[in-house]
């Protein structure tokens, strides 16, 4: 039996670096998957992909900071597939490593729409399915931002910890009714991330100099396996925990 056999998880972000990394390994082991991204025609094309290789999928456009967007997409993937029990929360931006007297108001409320109160609707809106089963597990795709004061600009910076505390809140408040909440903290991964960025001269200045200790990028696929291990009921006793993946950047 697959590690995901029967079970239905819904990805934000699945178009591209680790929501795509995450989307083919549950494929793999069984998921069936409700796929979304910005990027109507990378998603569909993943959905293809997965579907020529016998698994279940479906993908739609979705904008996470749009909540109208956020609440269709919970639906239906409930009217699909009948249940969610696993939701990624993957789909994230940077923000050009502006500090805060600096970052453009627009930077600011992009980022936390996307960031973080794109979470909030998924989480908000399939809590109720999961508690009629009594079951679920909410991955959060947050970053070693998360703990760390400046990894990334300020709106990101914020974005990452208001994520943790958010994944915290929830592990605790329905611990005891089957669902486990989850962080995992990335550090440098090779994506498509920092692609478009443009960063602001002084934040770089400031920031990149700690980036110096980084023990070596990490790979899509190695995120992807951590998500797997908080999907499954191999990881049943871990809940508002964060798993750090940066190759042991944050231990220096
Ligand atoms: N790559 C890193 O070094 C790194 C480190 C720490 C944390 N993270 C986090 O990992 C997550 C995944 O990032 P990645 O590195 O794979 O990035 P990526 O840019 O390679 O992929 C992100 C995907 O999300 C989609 N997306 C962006 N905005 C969206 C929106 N509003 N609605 C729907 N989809 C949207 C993009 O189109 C893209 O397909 C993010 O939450 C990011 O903050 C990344």
Not at 108 to 123: A, C, E, R, S, Y
Not at 188 to 203: A, C, R, S
Not at 205 to 223: C, S
Not at 232 to 249: F, P, Q, R
């Amino acid at each position: 039996m697959k590690t995901l056999q029967n079970k239905v998880a819904l990805i934000t972000g699945a178009a591209a670096g680790m929501g795509l990394a995450i989307a083919r390994l549950f494929a793999k082991e069984g998921a069936k998957l409700l796929l979304c991204d910005l990027d109507e025609e990378r998603v569909r094309a993943l959905q293809h992909s997965i579907e020529s290789e016998g698994a279940e999928a479906l993908a739609v456009r979705c904008d996470m900071a749009e909540a109208k967007e956020v609440e269709q997409l919970v639906q239906l993937c409930i009217d699909t597939f009948g249940s969610i029990d696993v939701l990624v929360n993957n789909a994230g931006i940077m923000d050009d490593f502006f500090p805060v007297d600096r970052v453009p108001p627009e930077t600011w409320k992009k980022v936390i729409d996307v960031n973080l109160n794109g979470p909030f609707h998924t989480m908000r809106l399939v809590l109720p399915e999961m508690l009629s089963r009594k079951s679920g597990s909410i991955i959060n795709i947050g970053s070693i931002g998360s703990h760390q004061g400046a990894r990334a600009g300020a709106a990101y910076t914020a974005s990452k910890h208001a994520l943790l505390g958010l994944t915290q809140n929830t592990a605790f408040l329905y611990a005891k009714d089957g669902i486990r909440c989850n962080l995992i903290a990335p550090g440098g991964v090779n994506t498509e991330i920092g692609l478009k960025m443009k960063p602001d001269p002084l934040g770089y200045e400031r920031i990149m100099p700690g980036a110096a200790n980084m023990p070596r990028m990490g790979e899509a696929t190695e995120i992807a396996q951590i998500a797997l291990f908080l999907a499954s009921e191999a990881s049943s006793l871990v809940n508002g925990a964060t798993i750090t993946a940066d190759a042991g950047w944050t231990a220096f």
